[in-house]
C-alpha cells in the first residue's frame, strides 16, 4: 500500500512511495506526530539521480524487517534535496561538523524540535569495512533515545546552539582589487593538476566557475596562464569519459585524476554551465574544440532534458539495466570490443576501440571501457569514417534500456541553461537554441512566477510545486532573463530580472552587512537560516545574485542593485586568499565589477553585425543592449545613429567612447584593458 508520499510531485518522493517505510514528507504535522509518540524523526535526504541513494533504498528501505524497525521507532521524513535546498544545507552543515565529511545520502536523527544529534550518510544493511549496520544503527539510536534522553536532548541543544553561533568573516565593505584576483590566481595555480587539467585530485569535478573567473582574467589582463589552465582543463574533459562522446553532455565528476570513469549521472546545472564556458572560450580563443563542445551539450540538453512544457529537467539517471535486466551504473555509456564489433563489423570497430580508447582489459568494470579521445601524438583519423562510426554506435545505444530522467523543473537549473542556450545559439547563428532558450523563460514566468513576482523552487508536469525559490533561484533565473535580454533586445527580459532581483534586496539580503541569505525572510523558520557563499556543484546564490544585481546595475544605472552587489563582493575578498576553488564565481563577478562593467548600447538590428560584434566582446560581465533609437532597453535612451548607420555606444565608469560604426573599433573597445 503507497505510503504519504503518494501524493508528492518529487520524482524522488515517488521512488519512495511504494516502500514498506511510512514515509512523511518534510511537514509540520510529522514533528507533531513525534511529539505525540514520544519518538525522534529520522530524516533520510538524497535526489532521483544519487546511485548510492537507490542503493540504500533498495538494500534498506525496500527491506519489510528494516522498515518494521524504522515504523515502529521514529517518524521516517524523505527530503528531495533539490526540492528543498535549505533543509538539506542546514542538516548537511550538522553532519559536515560532526564527521567531517557529507554527501547523499544523508540520515539524520532529530528530536521532535527537529534538533540534530546523530548523523550519517549511507549505511550498509550489514557491518561492511568498519561501518556499523543500518539495523544496528536504529538500534543504537533507539537504546540511547529510550535510556538516555535528557543526555541526548543536551546535545542537539548545543549542536543547534554552535551551529547558530557560526559567523562568516565578510572582510571589508569594498569589492576585491586587483591584488586579490592576482592572489586568487597564484592560489589557484598551486592546485592545478598540470598533467591532467583541472584542480585537486580524485575525484575530480568540472571547475565551470573557476574557468570563467580565469577566461575574465585573461581578458582583463592579458595572463596567459590563466587562459592555459582554462583551455587545457576544458580540452582535458572534452577528450575524457567524463563528456559523453557520442551523445554530448557532461557527467557529474570523474572518480579519477585523468577524468576517464565518470559517476555517471548528467545534471542539468553541469550541463548548463559547461556549454557556457565552452562557448565562452571559443569566444576567447576560436577553439574548434570549444565550439564543437559547447553545441553537442546544448544540443544535449534540448534533445534529452528538455520537458512538454519548454523547460528543462534535473538531471539523468547514472543507473540503467544492462544486458541481463540489472540496474547498474553506466550501462547505457559503456562498450566492450565485443559489443563493438557487433554493432561496426570487424574492420569500423578496430578503428573505434583505438579512436574511442577501448581496451580488452577496459577501462570501467566486468572489461567494459568509458568512450574517450585518447592524445594520440598527431595521429589522424579518416573523419567521414569516425562520423559513420559515430552515428551508428550512437542508434545502436539508443536500442538499449535508458536511464531514467527526473523531469522535476528547478527553477535556479532552468535560469542557467537560459543564459547557456541563449549565448550560444547566438554566438552560432544557432536560432533554435535562442528558442529554447525563451521557452525555457517563458516556462519560468508563466509557472513559477506568481503575481508577486515570487518564485516557485520547481515545478513537475506543468504544476508548480508548493516549496518556495531559495536565493539561487531568484539570481540564477534573473542571470537568464539578463542573457536573453541581451540576445532578443526585449526589454520585457530585463524588467522581469528587476523585480527577482528587488526581492533579493529586501528579503534576502541583511542590511546592516550586505550578506545574503539562502532563505527569504519569511520562510519557513529552521534550526538555523542556511547562509553559504562557496561555490558547491553549481554557483553559491550569494554570489550568483551579486552578478545578477552587477548587470541589471549596468543596464539601468540602479544605485541600490549595484552597492548591493559590490556590499556582497566583500566575502570574495575575505575567502580569495583561502579558498580560490570554491569562490569561482565570486571572483569572475569581481572581475566584471573590476573592468566595469561595460555598457554598450548598439542602436540597430539584432542578430546585425554590430549586435554580433558585442556580444563577442571578451570584456568581463558586459552588459549588451540592442534595438533602435530611444529603444526599449534602458541603455538605448538618448541614443542615435550615425548617419542611419548602426552604431555603437560604449560606456564604463561613467565616461562614454565616441559612438562608433566600425565593427572593428567596436571589437577593440570591448577587449582588454591592456
Sequence with gaps: MPNRLAHETSPYLLQHADNPVD??????????????????????VGYASCHWCHVMAHESFEDGATAALMNENFVNVKVDREERPDVDAVYMEAVQAATGQGGWPMTVFLTPDAEPFYFGTYFPPGPRHGMPSFPQVLDGVRRAWQDRREEVTEVASKIVKDLSERQLALGDDRRPGEEDLAGALLGLT??????????????K??????????????????????????ADTCERMARGGIYDQLGGGFARY?????????????????NALLCRAYAHLWRATGSELARRVALETADFMVRELRTNEGGFASA???????????HVEGAYYVWTPEQLREVLGDADAELAAAYFGVTDEGTFEEGASVLQLPQRDGAVADADRVASVRERLLAARA????????????????????AALAETGAYFDRPDLVAAAVGAGDLLVRLHMDDRARLARTSKDGRAGANAGVLEDYADVAEGFLALAAVTGEGVWLDFAGLLLDHVLVQFTDEETGALYDTAADAEPLIRRPQDPTDNAAPSGWTAAAGALLTYAAHTGAAPHRRAAERALGVVKALAPRVPRFIGHGLAVAEAALDG??????VGAVDGPMHRVALLGTAPGAAVAVGPADGELPLLGDRSPLTDRETAYVCRDFVCDRPTTDPAELAAALGALR
Design 254 to 270: 570523474s572518480v579519477d585524476r585523468e577524468w576517464v570513469v565518470p559517476h555517471f549521472e548528467k545534471m542539468l546545472y553541469d
Design 23 to 44: 514515509w512523511w514528507p518534510w511537514a509540520p504535522e510529522a514533528f507533531e506526530e513525534a511529539r505525540r509518540r514520544g519518538v525522534p524523526v529520522l530524516l533520510s
Design 597 to 602: 562593467p561595460r555598457e554598450v548600447a548598439v
Design 190 to 203: 598551486r592546485d592545478y593538476d598540470e598533467r591532467c587539467g583541472g584542480f585537486g585530485g580524485a575525484p
Design 399 to 418: 536500442l538499449r534500456p535508458a536511464p531514467g530522467r527526473d523531469d522535476k523543473v528547478v527553477a535556479a537549473w532552468n535560469g542557467l541553461a537560459v
Design 316 to 326: 539523468l539517471d547514472a543507473d540503467s539495466a544492462d544486458a541481463t535486466g540489472r
Design 205 to 230: 569535478f568540472p571547475p565551470s566557475m573557476v574557468i570563467e573567473f580565469l577566461l575574465r582574467h585573461y581578458a582583463r589582463t592579458g595572463a596567459e596562464g590563466a587562459l592555459q589552465m582554462a
